[in-house]
Nanobody, 123 residues
Framework: EVQLQASGGGLVQAGGSLRLSCEAS????????VGWFRQAPGKGREAVSC????????YYTDSVKGRFTISRDNAKNAAYLQMNSLKPEDTSEYFC????????????????WGQGTQVTVSS
């Protein structure tokens, strides 16, 4: 059974940091790219960052460039999103998802999804 477990969300003040984790099981993690998405109430799901299966290629949406860093540890079947200099507009529910090999930015391109983890940034 494919499982993705996102964790690490919480309440933080503006300027603070959080590290999200996505732990995977039930499939060959090394063969899959990992994407982080976020969705605020009343808004669509937005691609935040993505990393290819071997970690050689990454994507960041413009609003998080220079503040967020995506990484993965294939030996641990896990991916991470280090979020620094958080802003109130980063407040959202964050999801991790996987698709084979290459990065992508459209939710429909992803095969499996984990449950969300809430990130709230206070001003």
């Amino acid at each position: 059974e494919v499982q993705l477990q996102a964790s690490g969300g919480g309440l933080v003040q503006a300027g603070g940091s959080l590290r999200l984790s996505c732990e995977a099981s039930g499939f060959t993690f090394d063969d899959y790219a990992v994407g982080w998405f976020r969705q605020a109430p009343g808004k669509g799901r937005e691609a935040v960052s993505c990393i290819s299966s071997d970690g050689s290629d990454t994507y960041y949406t413009d609003s998080v460039k220079g503040r967020f860093t995506i990484s993965r540890d294939n030996a641990k079947n896990a991916a991470y999103l280090q979020m620094n200099s958080l802003k109130p507009e980063d407040t959202s529910e964050y999801f991790c998802a996987v698709r084979e090999i290459e990065i992508a930015t459209m939710p429909l391109d992803f095969d499996y999804w984990g449950q969300g983890t809430q990130v709230t940034v206070s001003s």
